[in-house]
């Protein structure tokens, strides 16, 4: 029978790989870095521009934001997350897990899920893997994630242990009450394509903060559910890096060769490339277009800030190597002026540059994985991040 | 001798004109809305989508903003206000005497000129016809505005008339200090093209409030002193709608039939054609950012409050009748979740479409005017507009 996804490894080198990851709404080659759409917008850019110059394939959505506005009646009534947004590429739907944990005091967890304060109007809601399935059904994604709870970097193990196995218990009730849900055909999203299912994709995710036994039985516990990709969730959240990559380097490669791998919430250039050194396929992360907003842009050489006085006068791009369009128009002079005007073009335009870097440094990593140079791509990327911008 | 613009009328109907302003940084069909880019950027849009698909042709700056942040020196520094900002188009620079009015009771006038504290440092500083002039010529504009002083509509007779005399000793200043920097070769924008001077072009700006006679006098003293092209001041600040009309019917046919006129800081798109219809070429009006940003679509059937829950699960555009790229792709439905949201996009896209309905319109005025329909287009339009968003 056809699955929601196929994928497709290309080119290996170590544990990196080059691959095309087949969706009902397009193809996406991996490793592939997935900008943030928390509430239907990546914040910032607009839809015609990430289709067009940054060419993101697929972009993500979230189950808890859009949950509470618009609301499911909303955007079942406009056909669905694609059509409500205006986005015919692939999208993957965070479960919402996250968020709720992010909220802290404000939320109470129990073995059926968690209850929370909405952050929008103050109403007490009630997020359960159920829930978190039938939100993501009406959304429609293309990638749905199981409802799972996040146990930070610095959890004891005991505490760990006992989230690690609410997690895998989540993950069972999120498997069933979705394959449910794709018989009783409430994903709004269903399209079909010639060798592919037309349903929703599955990911489970693997918990257990820094300890690498709960995070292999973790993994163990998902592979015997079995999902359409696995997902590593809870790094990049208080631990140490060298921690972080611990973790990362020893789950992934244990993870199925022929299912895409997902690192959750990572990272920074550079991280993207340890990640993918590990055998990780795809990322998404809040930096670019979060910190876009706030006047810091990454570089070839670094990251860096626009409010600096020393680019006052400077009339040189933000990267003088990059070739996206902020770089070929705007100087820093100019980017420092209006981020200190508070104009909006100084947050579109370094969002811009960012995305386009980020994705333009994963478009270098699959090109450098097929023709067996990742090795030296990594090494030479990493010297010239670290060497700081003039 | 070449002149720094030509100005060719294609067609007339009535007291409307359809023409060509051809500037040393290209041709600019008439009549024409000018977006405005007060600090150096038309807020909430990249000059990518003002020169693709809203296609303008000439923005504004202003000398105000400018000289305050980022400074002359910097823009000095940077070649001129076109390369400082990356816009290779025609640039039109307001003179500041509009600004330092709208700072009340923060400014002192005198004879010399305008004492006022600095908004973004506090600082004091005065600006006169003459420093004005040596802002614009840094700037590099290729139209400067002369330095006036504003009497708004309901000014009585005396008050109006020493302000109008003002003006006009300051329009005397303002050419003087003008044709000198010429000379000097201060004009940062200087641009060597086949039959025309190279140099700035200088608008004078006739002022006198609601006062008929000072109006006409305003202008005679213009036109004794000689500029490029005439404006209309002082309006659209606190008079009723019909006296802003009478006033500018009035003057606009008395100006040099072969020069462009240009009526400051109008309007609504029904403005835009009233003006039109008395024999106005040019346009400005922070309206469609600025209500962009608060909400408001310009449409064929009139203003649109996209924060209204009337909106809340319509799958319609903004404007069924537009083909902008905003309403191409994004509901009602999806803008008012954005703005409700707090995204910037919703900014983005309301500001997108509002440029691009004023400027399609000012398309549809000039194609009328060539087909000698412009009378019908006009009644249409209004029509229209006054029938209401449904």
Redesign the interface.
């Known amino acids: 029978m056809d699955q929601p996804i196929s994928f497709r490894i290309a080119a290996n080198e170590g544990n990196a790989r080059a691959g095309v990851l087949r969706t009902r709404r397009g193809e996406i080659e991996t490793p592939v870095f997935m900008p943030v759409g928390t509430?239907?917008?990546v914040?910032?850019?607009?839809?015609?521009e990430l289709e067009n110059e940054i060419d993101a394939q697929i972009i993500l959505g979230n189950t808890y934001?859009l949950w509470l506005?618009?609301g499911i009646?909303?955007i079942r009534?406009?056909?669905g997350l694609h059509r409500?947004?205006?986005w015919d590429r692939a999208l993957l739907t965070d479960s919402g897990g996250f968020q709720v944990w992010s909220l802290g005091e404000l939320r109470k967890i129990s073995e059926e899920g968690t209850e929370f304060r909405s952050h929008v109007d103050g109403s007490l809601r009630f997020l359960s893997p159920e829930v978190s399935m039938e939100v993501q059904a009406a959304l429609g994604s293309d990638i749905v994630m199981a409802f799972d709870e996040c146990a930070p970097g610095k959890t004891p193990h005991d505490d760990a242990r006992t989230s690690m196995e609410l997690t895998a218990r989540w993950a069972r009730r999120s498997r069933d009450r979705f394959d449910a849900l794709q018989r009783d055909e409430a994903d709004t999203g269903r399209t079909l394509v010639e060798g592919l299912s037309g349903a929703q994709a599955l990911f489970g995710i693997v918990q257990g903060a820094t300890h690498h036994d709960l995070r292999r039985e973790s993994l163990d516990r998902k592979l015997e559910i079995g999902f359409d990709g696995y997902a590593i969730g809870g790094l990049s959240v208080g631990e140490e890096k060298n921690v972080m990559w611990d973790v990362a380097g020893e789950i992934a490669p244990l993870m199925p060769a022929d299912l895409p791998r997902y690192l959750m919430g990572v990272g920074t250039p550079e991280d993207l490339l340890e990640g993918v050194a590990r055998g990780v396929d795809m990322f998404d992360c809040v930096l670019p277009t979060r910190n876009g907003r706030n006047g810091q842009a990454f570089t070839s050489r670094g990251k860096l800030n626009i409010k600096n006085t020393q680019w006052?006068?400077d009339?040189r791009p933000l990267d003088e190597t990059c070739r996206c369009?902020v770089c070929r128009?705007?100087?820093r002079?100019?980017l420092?002026?209006?981020y200190?005007?508070g104009?909006?073009?100084s947050?579109?335009?370094l969002t811009?540059h960012n995305l386009a870097f980020f994705l333009d440094t994963m478009r270098r990593v699959r090109q450098s994985i097929r023709s067996g140079k990742f090795t030296q791509f990594r090494r030479e990327f990493t010297e010239m991040v670290n060497s700081g911008v003039e």
């Open positions: 509430a239907g917008s914040k910032g850019i607009r839809f015609e934001h506005r618009p009646e909303t009534a406009c056909g409500f947004i205006g006052a006068s009339q369009s128009r705007h100087s002079a100019y420092r002026h209006l200190l005007s104009e909006m073009l947050s579109i335009s811009h």
